[in-house]
């Protein structure tokens, strides 16, 4: 039942009235918060962006969640990248310098996988952007009506949980 | 900007301002609890904990620290703390603590509950503890156990006489001398004498007969003469060799056996001598004539002090690393990741306490003190920590330097403690059986240095008005009442310690006016019972080894009487086969007695008939 329901929430922002750069944008902040440790202090800016700026909240939790099982599996990746970032020779006294200095030590920079994770997700950043903006331009434009017309979304569409789902939608608007 | 999720999210940051504001004390509190008593190993309480956010710091109330080794009692307890810290460097992760005051300390004091870690704590402890290192040891002598004089002494009772080294060394030395001796027959055996002088002989043999037989009567049997004498020779020649050989062998056998002799009996008696020592020492008696009682008696608790003060420095150490701009990184495993932990610089430690004000008020203890600059990081601050303490109850001074900031680290601490009276102080188990201390008052001046691994501790102790009380268990005890007489002359006594080395290789040094006062006591009491004791043991472990050597000296006898028959027998065979050979060489020769009268008579001169004919 959760998968279907996760289904119908994506095709719900596919065909939302949010334009495709605000879902990308949503998409992409909620990837910062998925790959990286959910309880870090950069976060909060993060959670802080979406709310305040116009991007689809529906697309940042949703992509937050399928980012944060990426995460998981890229941790050895993360901390690799992070390790190697952190005892770089050259970038030393960047980090020295943020050690000493005020708060930035509890975004817990000098952590392998936060800062590994934030790197590949900084890395990603404009990848997913564009890919996701072009995908739901590309859906809207081209596959939308054909997709109504396939048969697993008739079975949804047909199914008593859509029914239920539709009239509480009616209800809470 | 959408000020409809904007208002909901302050609201959300208020909620959890107030949530911390009203909770975060109690939260604080049970962690300082659950840390700190895991450091103790035994509970640590807090009444109350105050997080102040105007004035920024901490005010703890009612802290008590149990003491792990009796739970129903407390370490510290302390009334009131408080502490003042800066608030900008918390933002840097560093806590500066500007001022902390503590008041109404008290020690040992009774406690209404167990302070005994709960069980889920303790589950913790298991799996946090580290491996401590290994504890100093002090060698310490022994009090002389006069209490074997009361009965009739016997080896025997003591040690197994069999396990005696030199009883033991005794057994084997007639093994050592069947060896010795199986050695030299073998030895006999390749010199194969009887062979060798039967070869020469056989060779010989023609010469021997032909010269006997022979007359001469041309030149060609005088030829035959020449010839066969000078076989003789050279067989006497070879004789002689073989008969010096025989001689050199014979004096390195009488040598070795001689040497034999000597070194074995001399090791015998040494190791004797060791098994006496030994003994006596089993019975606290070896330094009989330089009795250390002092030091006996206060080793084991000094040897308790030392590790007191290297474990806590040990401790201190820790908190107050040496640490260095240029050290590598160091890493610190965190769940999957790893926390790179980079140099603190420009502003300074992570922890500071820049002051630190102590006061104490107790039925017997009522001092103040001051404690400066304690610091994680004593480098980068740049000043030793001091620690300065007076007291009015009992009268004392006490300054302490803990100096981090240079490659070693150099600790001090003189402490000046005076008339503090010493009224019920008990002793724990100890030989003298001493239980308490009736009455007495105690002057101490210590000064104690540690630089690095090595110590240098120098202690000075007075009793004044001393008297002591003895338990039951020492009334039978000679030693106990020998030290009573003795404390009865010397109503006060001084003790000096002295300990310097390293904390793997202590060296005491324990001096008293009480072991002069105690020797003279002990010499005229056991002196010559002592002495009686030891020409006793001495018999007794000569009577078990004697047997054995007498064995020894009879094998030895034996063996050298036979070795010496053999070599006997050879020279005699060489002897005969030599004189045999020379008897015949000098008939032949006879008539010609000076060389210069052959050489002018030449042939005729030897061969008389010849010329005649």
Redesign the interface.
């Known amino acids: 039942m959760i998968w279907l329901k996760i289904i119908g929430k994506i095709f719900r922002v596919l065909n939302a009235e949010a334009t495709p750069k605000q879902i990308a944008g949503g998409v992409m902040l909620g990837m910062i918060i998925g790959l990286t440790p959910t309880f870090s202090l950069h976060n909060i800016l993060v959670v802080f962006l979406i709310l305040v700026i116009r991007v689809n909240l529906t697309a940042a939790i949703l992509s937050m969640f399928a980012f944060d099982l990426i995460g998981y599996g890229v941790d050895p990746l993360s901390d690799w990248i992070g390790g190697a970032i952190l005892t770089s020779t050259a970038l030393r006294p960047i980090w020295i310098e943020a050690y000493n200095a005020a708060i930035i030590p509890f975004t817990r920079f000098n952590n392998t996988i936060v800062m590994g994770s934030l790197a590949i997700s900084l890395i990603l950043l404009y990848p997913v952007f564009h890919f996701t903006k072009y995908g739901v331009e590309r859906y809207r434009s081209d596959l939308a009506a054909k997709f109504q017309q396939w048969r697993i979304v008739k079975a949804v569409k047909m199914s008593r949980f859509y029914k239920y789902y539709q009239t509480y939608r009616s209800i809470v608007g | 900007?959408?000020w409809k999720?904007?208002i909901p999210?302050l609201v959300f940051i208020l909620i959890i301002f107030t949530f911390v504001a009203f909770f975060l004390d109690g939260i604080v509190e049970s962690i300082v609890e659950e840390r700190a008593s895991l450091l103790n190993k035994a509970k640590v309480e807090i009444e109350d904990l105050d997080i102040g956010f105007l004035r920024p710091g901490v005010r703890i109330q009612g802290l008590a620290v149990a003491n792990a080794d009796n739970p129903w009692r407390n370490m510290v307890e302390v009334g009131d703390i408080g502490i003042s810290v800066s608030v900008?460097p918390l933002?840097?992760?560093r806590i500066i603590i500007e001022e902390m005051v503590m008041e109404n300390l008290q020690v040992n004091t009774e406690r209404k509950t167990s302070g005994e870690l709960p069980r889920r704590l303790k589950k913790r402890l298991k799996t946090e503890e580290k491996e401590e290192r290994k504890p100093v040891e002090v060698p310490c002598v022994k009090l002389p156990n006069l209490d074997v004089f009361k009965k009739k002494f016997d080896v025997k009772e003591l040690v197994d006489i069999n396990q005696l080294e030199s009883v033991k060394r005794a057994k084997q030395l007639s093994e050592d001398v069947s060896k010795m001796k199986a050695k030299w027959e073998s030895e006999l055996k390749g010199l194969d004498v009887k062979a060798k002088a039967d070869e020469i002989m056989t060779k010989v043999q023609g010469s021997l007969e032909s010269l006997q037989k022979t007359q001469i009567k041309g030149p060609a049997d005088l030829l035959k003469l020449q010839s066969d004498l000078r076989n003789l020779r050279e067989a006497i020649d070879t004789l002689k060799g073989l008969r010096k050989e025989i001689e050199t062998k014979k004096a390195a056998f009488k040598k070795q056996v001689a040497t034999l002799e000597k070194s074995l009996k001399d090791e015998v008696k040494k190791l004797r001598d060791q098994d006496l020592q030994s003994i006596l020492k089993e019975l606290g008696l070896e330094q009989f004539t330089k009795v250390r009682l002092a030091e006996a008696f206060l080793c084991p608790f000094l040897g308790k002090v030392l590790n007191l003060i290297w474990n806590n420095v040990d401790k201190i150490r820790t908190g107050m690393p040496k640490t260095g701009k240029d050290e590598p990184?160091q890493t610190r495993v965190?769940?999957?990741?790893?926390?790179?932990?980079?140099?603190?610089?420009?502003?300074g430690p992570d922890f500071l306490l820049r002051e630190a004000r102590l006061s104490m008020e107790q039925e017997k203890w009522s001092f103040r003190g001051t404690i400066l600059g304690v610091t994680s990081d004593p480098v980068s601050y740049g000043k030793p920590t001091r620690v300065d303490i007076q007291g009015k109850r009992p009268n004392l001074v006490l300054n302490g330097i803990l100096d981090h900031t240079g490659k070693t680290p150099i600790d001090t601490v003189s402490l000046d403690l005076r008339e503090y009276p010493l009224d019920g102080f008990a002793f724990a188990e100890n030989p003298l059986s001493l239980s308490n201390i009736t009455r007495g008052f105690l002057n101490l001046k210590a000064n104690i240095a540690l630089r690095g691994n090595s110590i240098d501790l120098k202690t000075i102790t007075t009793v004044k008005n001393l008297v002591l009380g003895f338990s039951e268990k020492g009334t039978e005890n000679l030693m106990v009442n020998m030290v009573k007489e003795a404390m009865k002359t010397a109503p006060s006594l001084s003790i000096g310690v002295a300990a310097k080395g390293t904390r793997d290789n202590p060296q005491l040094s324990i001096s008293s006016d009480l072991d002069r006062l105690f020797a003279s006591q002990l010499k005229s009491f056991a002196g010559k019972k002592v002495n009686a004791l030891k020409a006793s043991l001495g018999r007794q472990i000569d009577d078990a080894s004697g047997k054995e050597m007498k064995g020894f000296s009879d094998t030895l006898s034996q063996g050298k009487l036979d070795i010496l028959n053999q070599f006997g027998s050879d020279e005699s065979l060489v002897q005969e086969n030599i004189d045999l050979l020379s008897g015949t060489v000098a008939s032949k020769t006879d008539k010609s007695k000076s060389p210069k009268k052959e050489k002018e008579k030449g042939l005729e001169g030897l061969v008389p008939g010849l010329i005649r004919r």
């Open positions: 900007m959408r999720f904007i999210f900008l933002f840097s992760k990184l965190r769940a999957q990741g790893r926390d790179i932990i980079f140099p603190s610089v420009k502003k």
